[in-house]
Antibody, heavy 121, light 108 residues
């Protein structure tokens, strides 16, 4: 069974940093792109960042470029999101998800339970 | 355009059919995927590539896509189908996963 389990969220002050992880099981993480999606309280889904199978390609939504860093450790079946210079508007539940691609499209076929990040003074 | 427009809410009686639309410029030329998110839970993929259902998703969930509108249809609606539903498309390059605005489905 495919499972994604996030950990490491919490409360942080504006300007602070936070790092959380996503532990994968039930599949070989090295075969998949992995992504982070967030959802602000009462709002919709927003793609944040993704990373290819060997970590050589990383992409970010404009609002987090230069502040967030996605990484992975295939040997530990884990994906990470390092966040710095956090803003109040970064408050959200952050979901780790597995990407699956076919010839012309990609979708997120498995999601973690999410981790809450609250940025507040 | 990167905007996928969904109706904010859809209400349906048990046993009836709910149709959730996702509008976008020439969306029929793209593959559309749908997610169900029940309160307090993570999203779950219910339809991918316009019409395909992942293993374990009931046949009551079906999708269509043509022109400027994609749709998710839920037949014989049950109370357990309540939640938020999001469409999503993928595009090459920046912001690869674009989500719709979301639709709250209420079972009367």
């Amino acid at each position: 069974e495919v499972q994604l389990v996030e950990s490491g969220g919490g409360l942080v002050q504006p300007g602070g940093s936070l790092r959380f992880s996503c532990a994968a099981s039930g599949f070989s993480i090295s075969n998949f792109w992995m992504t982070w999606v967030r959802q602000a309280p009462g709002k919709g889904l927003e793609w944040v960042a993704n990373i290819n199978q060997d970590g050589s390609e990383k992409y970010y939504v404009d609002s987090v470029k230069g502040r967030f860093t996605i990484s992975r450790d295939n040997a530990k079946s884990s994906v990470f999101l390092q966040m710095k210079s956090l803003r109040v508007e970064d408050t959200a539940i952050y979901y780790c998800a597995r990407e699956t691609y076919n010839w012309n499209s990609g979708y997120l076929d498995h999601w973690g339970q999410g981790v809450l990040v609250t940025v507040s003074s | 355009s990167s905007v996928l427009t969904q109706p904010p809410s859809v209400s349906v009686a048990p046993g009836k059919t709910a149709r959730i639309t996702c509008g976008g410029d020439n969306i029929g030329s793209k593959s559309v995927h749908w997610y169900q998110q029940k309160p307090g839970q993570a999203p779950v993929l219910v339809v991918h590539d316009d019409t395909d259902r992942p293993s374990g998703i009931p046949e009551r969930f079906s999708g269509s896509n043509s022109g400027n509108t994609a749709a998710l249809t839920i037949s014989r609606v049950e109370a357990g189908d309540e939640g938020d539903y999001y469409c999503q498309v993928w595009r090459f390059g920046r912001d690869p996963h674009v989500f719709g605005t979301g639709t709250k489905v209420t079972v009367l």
